[in-house]
């Protein structure tokens, strides 16, 4: 007979009830270490993400790793941050349309660094080493006057105050 109620395990993403093989059905399972760079199955590294919110992050940041996404946004911001993007004869519009769809849905249009790194430290952050290397690009940010000295503080504070391994 199958589990019912409280005794059936739900998704912490969603809330939808998982499968008898405890997989969520409204989520895919997001790997912040990814298979193909050496990440491994199962807790920290896999994360079961809503699928819009999965493949959103894919769009933009394709296979990059938390802390090289967090490089890019503080140091890339007016190329990878699709409003800022500069139009050109050659602009493919339709993949530009899906990267200014994915980014709304993840960070919002008015998104700036900090917001945008927030988001990635607490809903894509999960394992010591990311914390690290997140930690890593913000001081570096910080010498080379990316960020300012607030914007590190909070940053740093929320990774210290992160999920714990």
Known sequence: MAKRGKSRPRCLSCGKFKNNKGRCTGCNSHHTRPRSRGGNDGVPNEVDRDK?????????HINLRPGEVVRLILFDWEIHNPYREKRESYT???????????????????????SVVEVIIKKFTRTGVDRRHIKRVLREA?????????DFNVLTKLIDSGIKE
């Open 142 to 150: 910080l010498d080379a006057q990316k960020i300012n000295k607030t």
């Open 92 to 114: 493919e519009m339709e993949r530009l349309a899906v990267r200014v769809s994915s980014w709304n849905l993840l960070y919002g249009s008015d998104a700036t660094k900090r």
């Open 52 to 60: 819009d919110e999965h493949s959103a992050w894919h769009n933009l």
